[in-house]
């Protein structure tokens, strides 16, 4: 099911409260949450990432300041704030490294600027282990001890929550589930990040749309080139709606995007071995509430079950996000408690 935002009024809230600050190459989403991880306001605000990041920490602020206005809070009742952000980083420092979407961001010290700009402190992490976080505290992966999120957009991130405990890894780079390699042939497809056969190759939107390109020079019969021919520009919204229409070549490359995250997801587990695997993002072709979405987690399955071991295969949940785009700032505020809670104790 899709999630829907719904805004609690303070006087059903319970305190202490946070501040979730997503930033995206974009937009940059801000929330304020409860304990209990629902949100009591939500704004957002264009990143326009050519300006630097020190502008966009201080509209940040701004708008964190008019969040919790909405919220009816003072900052003062601000207990912490999380920060989530793309792209390789220091998370020991609070160091941005070399985030592809920010190309002007690269090692700025974006913790402790945020922290410095709304006076608080702040606890920064990838955007997609914030997002997992958030559907582990308040998603789908609520009831588990453990959980793996695999986050279908542009590219594709990942998250593994064990506990309480986030995966970040010695590095900062744990997590990366993107990266998993499910192709170790010479010919294996390119990644953004310059490897090859990585699930991101495979399994993102600008790679399902490449692979299609290819299919289409190929000269597959298929309604979707009659829409490209016609001047529209190709997407996978594009392959779900030709899919739902019924043309085979549509839901063709849709399921063989979900083998490769199948496989991808085998390779998770067997190294994790979580409670529930959990599929978000953009990309997953209207989930519960759609026949290609429920075709698409159906061939996961399959491709789990056909690869898995048999007792972790039966063992395992694997189902899709329920938090939609307020994950990121909902985890980011479920990291802030966190760390909250631990310096309180």
Same mark, same amino acid.
């Given at each position: 099911?899709?999630?829907?935002?719904?805004?609690?009024?303070?006087?059903?809230?319970?305190?202490?409260? *946070?501040?979730?600050?997503?930033?995206? #190459?974009?937009? !940059?989403? +801000? $929330?304020?949450?409860?304990? %209990? &991880?629902?949100?009591?306001?939500?704004?957002?605000?264009?990143?326009?990432?050519?300006?630097?990041?020190?502008?966009?920490?201080?509209?940040?602020?701004?708008?964190?300041?008019?969040?919790?206005?909405?919220?009816?809070?003072?900052?003062?009742?601000?207990?912490?704030?999380?920060?989530?952000?793309?792209?390789?980083?220091?998370?020991?420092?609070?160091?941005?490294?070399?985030?592809?979407?920010?190309?002007?961001?690269?090692?700025?010290?974006?913790?402790?600027?945020?922290?410095?700009?709304?006076?608080?402190?702040?606890?920064?992490?990838?955007?997609?282990?914030?997002?997992?976080?958030?559907?582990?505290?308040?998603?789908?992966?609520?009831?588990?001890?453990?959980?793996?999120? *695999?986050?279908?957009?542009?590219?594709? #991130?990942?998250? !593994?929550? +064990? $506990?309480?405990?986030?995966? %970040? &890894?010695?590095?900062?780079?744990?997590?990366?589930?993107?990266?998993?390699?499910?192709?170790?042939?010479?010919?294996?497809?390119?990644?953004?990040?310059?490897?090859?056969?990585?699930?991101?190759?495979?399994?993102?939107?600008?790679?399902?749309?490449?692979?299609?390109?290819?299919?289409?020079?190929?000269?597959?019969?298929?309604?979707?080139?009659?829409?490209?021919?016609?001047?529209?520009?190709?997407?996978?919204?594009?392959?779900?709606?030709?899919?739902?229409?019924?043309?085979?070549?549509?839901?063709?490359?849709?399921?063989?995007?979900?083998?490769?995250?199948?496989?991808?997801?085998?390779?998770?587990?067997?190294?994790?071995?979580?409670?529930?695997?959990?599929?978000?993002?953009?990309?997953?072709?209207?989930?519960?509430?759609?026949?290609?979405?429920?075709?698409?987690?159906?061939?996961?399955?399959?491709?789990?079950?056909?690869?898995?071991?048999?007792?972790?295969?039966?063992?395992?949940?694997?189902?899709?996000?329920?938090?939609?785009?307020?994950?990121?700032?909902?985890?980011?505020?479920?990291?802030?408690?966190?760390?909250?809670?631990?310096?309180?104790?």
């Amino acid at each position: 099911m899709d999630y829907s935002r719904q805004f609690i009024p303070l006087a059903q809230a319970t305190a202490p409260f *946070f501040v979730g600050v997503d930033v995206g #190459g974009t937009n !940059i989403k +801000i $929330g304020v949450v409860d304990d %209990e &991880g629902r949100p009591l306001s939500w704004t957002r605000l264009s990143t326009e990432e050519e300006k630097g990041p020190q502008d966009a920490v201080g509209r940040a602020a701004k708008a964190l300041d008019e969040a919790i206005g909405q919220a009816g809070l003072k900052r003062e009742q601000i207990a912490r704030v999380g920060l989530g952000s793309p792209g390789t980083m220091d998370t020991a420092r609070g160091i941005l490294l070399e985030p592809g979407n920010l190309p002007n961001w690269w090692h700025f010290p974006l913790r402790d600027a945020m922290a410095k700009a709304c006076g608080m402190e702040v606890t920064f992490a990838n955007d997609a282990r914030s997002a997992a976080y958030g559907e582990y505290w308040v998603g789908s992966g609520r009831v588990f001890h453990s959980m793996i999120l *695999f986050t279908l957009g542009t590219g594709v #991130g990942g998250g !593994i929550v +064990i $506990g309480d405990l986030l995966v %970040e &890894g010695e590095n900062s780079a744990g997590s990366e589930l993107g990266h998993l390699i499910i192709d170790y042939h010479d010919t294996a497809r390119h990644c953004s990040c310059g490897g090859q056969g990585h699930v991101e190759a495979y399994c993102s939107a600008a790679s399902v749309i490449k692979r299609t390109e290819e299919l289409l020079a190929d000269g597959r019969e298929t309604s979707v080139r009659k829409r490209v021919e016609a001047g529209e520009e190709l997407t996978p919204i594009m392959l779900d709606e030709e899919a739902q229409a019924g043309d085979a070549f549509a839901l063709e490359v849709i399921l063989e995007t979900a083998r490769y995250l199948g496989i991808g997801v085998t390779s998770a587990m067997h190294a994790v071995d979580p409670n529930s695997v959990v599929i978000g993002g953009a990309m997953t072709f209207g989930q519960h509430d759609a026949p290609t979405g429920q075709k698409f987690l159906e061939r996961v399955k399959q491709e789990v079950a056909a690869r898995a071991f048999p007792a972790l295969a039966a063992a395992t949940t694997i189902d899709y996000a329920t938090l939609g785009g307020d994950a990121g700032f909902i985890g980011a505020a479920g990291l802030a408690r966190r760390d909250y809670l631990r310096n309180k104790n």
